[in-house]
T-cell receptor
Framework: AQSVAQPEDQVNVAEGNPLTVKCTYSVSGNPYLFWYVQYPNRGLQFLLKYITGDNLVKGSYGFEAEFNKSQTSFHLKKPSALVSDSALYFCAVRVSRNSGNTPLVFGKGTRLSVIA | ETGVTQTPRHLVMGMTNKKSLKCEQHLGHNAMYWYKQSAKKPLELMFVYNFKEQTENNSVPSRFSPECPNSSHLFLHLHTLQPEDSALYLC??????????????FGPGTRLTVL
């Protein structure tokens, strides 16, 4: 079975400082990893994904994430946080498949607060 | 978010009512999904449709009944719901690929309150 963990319910960071939102995963097979962001009263917006290739993935709004196979992690990062980055962030994983449909499994989310 | 639209955005219903949620995707995708988002819980996948055929039903109670008349439209029919069914219901779509590398795009959700 596949699973994803976001160990922090809440992350607080000062505006202008670097931010990290942590994600670890567990799959049997090659993982496909995704990050989504949810603003209040909105749906989930896709930020970035790792499929294969370069371990550092760049996405929307200046976010990036690094795939680390040995640590089974896919942490989301941004060099300089903005107040407008304050939102709920979700990590998700799907295992590569040879046949059939495997679901996208989401973490419980991490609330990021960027303080001016 | 204009790629996937959901109506209504808010819905309040009694336990004996019948209502429907509507989702429409304008992205040309072939797969559509219903998710339930409750406070303090991970997103729960409810149903998956691929080329209008239901491919997944995650043990969802029969008071939730999905309908997918074509690849662009998805409905969730609700009847005799319980207060614990109050949640944000999210629709998503993707261009399903055999490799599983497709990205799901979400609508803004319908906030459902069951009294």
């Amino acid at each position: 079975a596949q699973s994803v963990a976001q160990p922090e319910d809440q992350v607080n960071v000062a505006e202008g400082n670097p931010l990290t939102v942590k994600c670890t995963y567990s799959v049997s097979g090659n993982p496909y990893l995704f990050w989504y962001v949810q603003y209040p009263n909105r749906g989930l917006q896709f930020l970035l994904k790792y499929i294969t290739g370069d371990n550092l993935v760049k996405g929307s709004y200046g976010f990036e994430a690094e795939f680390n196979k040995s640590q089974t992690s896919f942490h989301l990062k941004k060099p300089s946080a903005l107040v407008s980055d304050s939102a709920l962030y979700f990590c998700a994983v799907r295992v590569s498949r040879n046949s059939g449909n495997t679901p996208l499994v989401f973490g419980k989310g991490t609330r990021l607060s960027v303080i001016a | 978010e204009t790629g996937v639209t959901q109506t209504p955005r808010h819905l309040v219903m009694g336990m004996t009512n019948k209502k429907s949620l509507k989702c429409e995707q304008h992205l040309g995708h072939n797969a559509m999904y219903w998710y339930k988002q409750s406070a303090k819980k991970p997103l729960e996948l409810m149903f998956v449709y691929n080329f209008k055929e239901q491919t997944e039903n995650n043990s969802v109670p029969s008071r939730f009944s999905p309908e997918c008349p074509n690849s662009s439209h998805l409905f969730l029919h609700l009847h005799t719901l319980q207060p614990e069914d109050s949640a944000l219901y999210l629709c998503a779509s993707s261009q399903d690929k055999p490799t599983g590398t497709d990205t799901q795009y979400f609508g803004p959700g319908t906030r459902l309150t069951v009294l």
